[in-house]
């Protein structure tokens, strides 16, 4: 896809809004705490773009959506945490101010000099955010001579401050550009979608066939193969007619789950074992059980060792593997061994020359559980809008950005 990035344009004196993925881990529900930040990788991820635009000589306006506030009295969700992590993270001072648009922030934002980092109020403050309301959207606009987009999470959203803010700078004859999070997430989901390298394998886990539908179908049109696992593999194995026991089925998908077995025939590759248990326990035994084998008693909490070895031969050959979904309930131990041994699997696969991309929220958990995400070559930050990129759609945050 080609997108211009930060480093297509001139950024000497301009004053650039960047929209941020700033959407962190806070350690208190409760607006009368101190309320701090437990977990800034999110803005450590973000540095590279906010250094460089510093060291071109830009001035930095940021922003981001925080949480799920229903109004600006949901005090709990302030960016002043924010501001105070992101100011360690930088080693420079932040100005924060208290509004996403308005006479404190123009005025705030005509004082800033190159190398000055502001940042605005929780976009979800503004009840524009969400309907991307054209006034925020132009209010926006108005602040900065360069729009920078590096909010890849968002990017399947048309709100205000991703893809609103970008069409009125389009109009204002005002560049609109990806910063580095989101020219990686691009460039490498781009690719699997629109020019993939073949033998192409895609894997596909999780709880529910139900959200993935799509996602199936257009992988089946651009990869040579789809291998199963996790929750969704049980529905797939009923609908082939076996008997799954206390396994997660959804029972409402089943006529889908036929409709892709057919269209994929050969090329959907089911689990041959699976590990069950008597109930959805981390202390449950678990035992082996060939998939018409499963006991009546008992429910499918990870794949066997036969299925990954099956896997693992599958992705032998691969040059390029986009891996969605866990293949079991990663988060018990007892049932983490089929994703991990897959992960470890897939990191060996770089090695060997092979891209890897890891798309959804719980696989690069499982993944950066078992301590390989630097190996991967590339974990996509965004669980919703990376699904929706494979789903082969076109992010209305992305489209907004300015053709190279
Ligand atoms: P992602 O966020 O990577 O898209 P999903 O949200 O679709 O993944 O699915 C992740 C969840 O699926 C995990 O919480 C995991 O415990 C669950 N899961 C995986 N295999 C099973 C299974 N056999 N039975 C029940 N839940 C499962
Ligand atoms: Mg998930």
Known sequence: ??????????????????????????????????????????????????????????????????????????????????AMALSDALERPVIKVDEVVGDAVSDAVADLEPGDVLLLENTRFHPGEKKN??????????????????????????????????QVMRSQGKPSVAGYLMGKEIEALGTAVANPPHPYIAIMGGAKISDKIKLIDNLLQTADKILIGGGMANTFLRASGYETGKSLVEEEALPEAKRLLEKASERLILPADVIVAPEFDPDAPDEVAMVNAIPADQMALDIGHQTVARFKEEIRDAKL?????????????????????LAEALAELVDLG???????????????????????????????????ML?????????????R
Not at 145 to 163: C, L, P, W
Not at 391 to 403: F, N, S, T
């Open 1 to 82: 896809m080609n997108k211009k990035t930060i480093e297509d344009i001139g950024l000497k004196g301009k004053k650039v809004l960047v929209r941020v993925d700033f959407n962190v881990p806070l350690s208190s529900k409760d607006p009368n705490d101190e309320i701090t930040v437990t977990d800034d990788t999110r803005i450590r991820a973000a540095l590279p773009t906010l250094n460089y635009l510093l060291d071109e000589g830009a001035a930095l306006i940021l922003c981001s959506h925080l949480g799920r506030p229903s109004s600006p009295d949901d005090k709990q969700f302030t960016m002043d945490p924010v």
């Open 133 to 166: 309301d054209a006034d925020l959207s132009r209010q926006l606009a108005e602040l900065a001579d360069v729009y920078v987009n590096d909010a890849f999470g968002s990017a399947h959203r048309a709100h205000a401050s991703t893809e609103g803010v970008a």
């Open 321 to 341: 593997v986009v891996w969605n979904g866990p293949m079991g309930v990663f988060e018990m131990p007892r049932f983490a061994k089929g994703t991990f041994q």
């Open 354 to 388: 092979a891209e890897v991309i890891i798309g959804g929220g719980d696989s690069a958990a499982a993944v950066q559980q078992a301590g390989l995400s630097e190996k991967m070559s590339h974990v996509s930050t965004g669980g919703g809008a990376s699904l929706e």
């Open 391 to 403: 789903e082969g759609k076109l992010l209305p945050g992305i489209a907004a950005l300015d053709d």
